[in-house]
């Protein structure tokens, strides 16, 4: 037995106990404990069976397969074929209450690894490895994964899936045997596979059960795995794919993993997400959103399209200003030769056959109606049909000598080649720089098909240059804000996020498909980063019609927009977007800076969803009835998070317009305002009404 070397770290609800002796082995990841921790730490001491090794194998940070851990490694590489089992030993420890540093090193095999680990008061963990290689031949890297080890309790997960239009969907999926990987390598953060998941007891739900969040903070290829060992051990682990042959370390060389984002709640996933909510609003943002109001956008994709012409836009912009709108965004097709998604892309010049006064006078007309102007960009993106590619076809991440498939008719940019590189901040630059523009929509709408740089291959190296690009941007233009968006949700992750001010969760605007969408994003990020907009009756993405309630009363919980053409639309339709706007910026000041709750409900038919502010004095609720009732009757609404020995007026912002037409006659409580106590609305409840499917209502409470 090793000498233990006992490492506390301690955030507000949580606590992780670390054993530094040879290697590094998380003992406790739960709930703070007191008192002679390392003598208590000997209680953990494993006993060691027949039929396997004789010695106890720790499953440690970084597990190797020479220390006789039978599972997934830390580390997989080679030097020219030796070194591939290494035993690292820990050399150095540096350590405070809220984060330990820890030196490794095998000199025989010539690496050093640093293990970094923090526990904030948020309770969020993060973890990340990085490997330098100190023999003079160079190591290859097949991979290098960050590890986190789970309780034999938990036994459920909540892994994530989707697609185009229909992202952030969630499945539930026992783990008792075996285990669960999930692999992207569409070389971004993806649709399909968000870097996400959750562990926990069984049944966890929203309001209770031990859970343990991960989140993967990468936009690229990754794996994401939980396994049960053979002795019924568990752990999660997260790593980049590295392509054949894609990392080699010369000597004295750094290979750094992502980080990987850790939190536990013992109180269900509504306290893992205040945790990491706390945390991205504490630790991420950008302090530009923390003190300003998000403003509202319109932006004309769904209104134009291609068609641009100056004078009908700046009617556009007239009309959003008196609807409210504080931000007005031109999409795709202001640039040259740009009039379908076949062509132009990676000429960012202007087009003067569609501007010929350039674009200060309708950024002049934007700003004298009081709204900040924004521009749409695909930078990384090109078309052959462009006179970039023409003059420049070697700027194309590719392997040469294969025609590789086209998305949306396009190909990516290496963005390891310099001069690409340079040219595509030059443009960008010039833009920022000779108009006032305040945002950027940046959009990637295909995936990553043969990313190689001089033969080699090189997705891991085109993700870092993606965000030195953004990085060179912020840099020069630091009050810009910038949009993630990748033909929606398909680059959303923490690393984007310390770089951008606002994510597309979906090109989907169905008020349907955005309650599930929007909730399964909920579970990591606060509304204020989630682009959330109304948008026209016709939904373009699935065809399917909305009341101007449901879809407004949906826009709200997040950063608000609205996607139309305000000069065609009837003025019946414009006053119902300009109600949901008001309404939103009275409510902004709550919904940007409280505590979201996702509340359970007794009929799965209904989405309930509340922001509750951080002292308690109010809150907003949101019940949606999104498919028929089950039954007749539907319950009870029961509202956690307020004060329990406070008195609340409860009243309704919003509802259906034929709110009163559907039935003999609904609560009492929603026609006439009501008091009610926080612990009664905690524990009792209120009569749920009846609402027809795809429709909502919108509660008030207010502490007297």
Not at 317 to 332: K, Y
Request: hydrophobic share 35%; charged share 25%; glycine share 8%.
């Amino acid at each position: 037995m090793t000498q233990k070397e006992i490492i506390v770290l301690t955030g507000t609800n949580s606590q992780v106990i670390i054993d530094a002796g040879e290697c590094a082995e998380i003992l406790h990841w739960g709930k703070p404990v007191s008192g002679d921790i390392t003598s208590f730490c000997s209680s953990l001491l494993r006993p060691v069976p027949y039929g396997r090794l004789d010695n106890d194998v720790a499953m440690t940070l970084a597990p190797e397969l020479g220390r006789g851990v039978f599972s997934s490694p830390c580390l997989e590489g080679h030097r020219n074929g030796a070194d591939w089992a290494p035993v690292f030993v820990i050399t150095e420890v540096e350590s405070n209450a809220h984060s330990v540093t820890l030196t490794s090193e095998d000199a025989l095999a010539g690496l050093r690894m640093i293990t970094e680990l923090s526990l904030d008061k948020q309770d969020v963990m993060k973890t990340r490895h990085s490997l330098i290689n100190i023999k003079s031949t160079p190591y290859q890297v097949n991979r290098l994964a960050n590890t986190l080890p789970l309780p034999v309790r938990a036994a459920e997960l909540m892994t994530y899936y989707g697609r185009w239009v229909h992202e952030f969907q969630t499945v539930r999926q026992p783990l008792q045997q075996g285990g669960y990987q999930q692999e992207n390598r569409r070389g971004r953060t993806s649709h399909e596979h968000y870097p996400a998941l959750v562990a926990g007891t069984r049944h966890f739900d929203e309001m209770q059960g031990d859970v343990y969040g991960f989140h993967f903070a990468w936009s690229g290829n990754h794996r994401l795995r939980v396994d049960v060992k053979a002795d019924g051990r568990r752990y999660m682990q997260a790593e980049v794919i590295y392509l054949p042959g894609e990392i080699s370390l010369q000597q004295g060389e750094e290979l750094t993993t992502p980080w990987l984002y850790a939190s536990y709640s013992n109180q269900g996933l509504n306290g893992m997400s205040h945790q990491f909510h706390s945390h991205v609003r504490e630790s991420i943002l950008d302090k530009q959103i923390i003190n300003t109001a998000r403003p509202i956008h319109l932006n004309t994709w769904e209104g134009i399209y291609f068609e641009h012409d100056p004078d009908y836009i700046m009617e556009m912009a007239t009309q959003s200003a008196q609807m409210g709108v504080e931000r007005f965004i031109i999409d795709d097709g202001w640039f040259k030769g740009r009039n379908g998604d076949k062509a132009a892309l990676g000429d960012w010049f202007l087009d003067a056959d569609k501007y010929p006064n350039g674009l200060a006078p309708i950024i002049d007309h934007v700003r004298k109606l009081g709204m900040e102007f924004g521009l749409w960009f695909e930078p990384e993106m090109i078309n052959k049909d462009s006179d970039l590619y023409r003059q420049h076809p070697d700027w194309l991440l590719a392997v040469e000598g294969y025609d590789q498939p086209t998305g949306r008719n396009q190909y990516v940019i290496n963005l390891q080649n310099d001069d690409a590189f340079n040219y595509l901040y030059e443009r960008l630059d010039h833009f920022l720089t000779q108009y006032a523009i305040d945002y950027i929509k940046w959009d990637m709408n295909r995936e990553v098909v043969q990313p190689a740089h001089n033969g080699h291959a090189a997705g891991h190296q085109q993700v870092v240059r993606y965000y030195q690009l953004v990085d060179k941007i912020r840099t020069a233009h630091p009050k810009v804000d910038i949009e993630s968006c990748a033909a929606g949700g398909g680059r959303i992750d923490f690393e984007v996020l310390k770089r951008t001010h606002r994510f597309w969760p979906s090109d989907n605007n169905d008020a349907l498909e955005r309650q599930r969408i929007q909730r399964g994003m909920s579970y990591f990020f606060p509304p204020e980063v989630m682009g959330s907009h109304i948008g026209s009756s016709h939904c373009h993405s699935t065809r399917r019609r909305h009341s101007i309630e449901f879809r407004g009363l949906t826009a709200i919980f997040g950063h608000m927009g609205i996607e139309l053409d305000p000069v065609k639309e009837l003025q019946e339709e414009k006053q119902g977007f300009e109600r949901y706007i008001q309404l939103h910026k009275t409510l902004r000041p709550l919904l940007h800076t409280g505590r979201t709750w996702r509340i359970p409900s007794d009929d799965e038919a209904h989405q309930i969803h509340a922001v509750v502010a951080n002292d308690h004095s109010e809150a907003i609720v949101l019940l949606a009835q999104l498919a028929m009732p089950t039954n007749s009757l539907s319950g009870h609404l029961r509202i956690p998070g307020l004060d329990r020995s406070a008195i609340y007026q409860v009243s309704i912002l919003d509802k259906p317009a034929n709110y009163n037409e559907i039935v003999n006659y609904q609560p009492f409580w929603t026609e006439s305002d009501c008091q009610l106590s926080g612990e009664w609305c905690e524990d009792v409840g209120l009569t749920m009404p009846i609402l027809d499917a795809e429709s909502a209502m919108l509660i008030k409470l207010k502490k007297l």
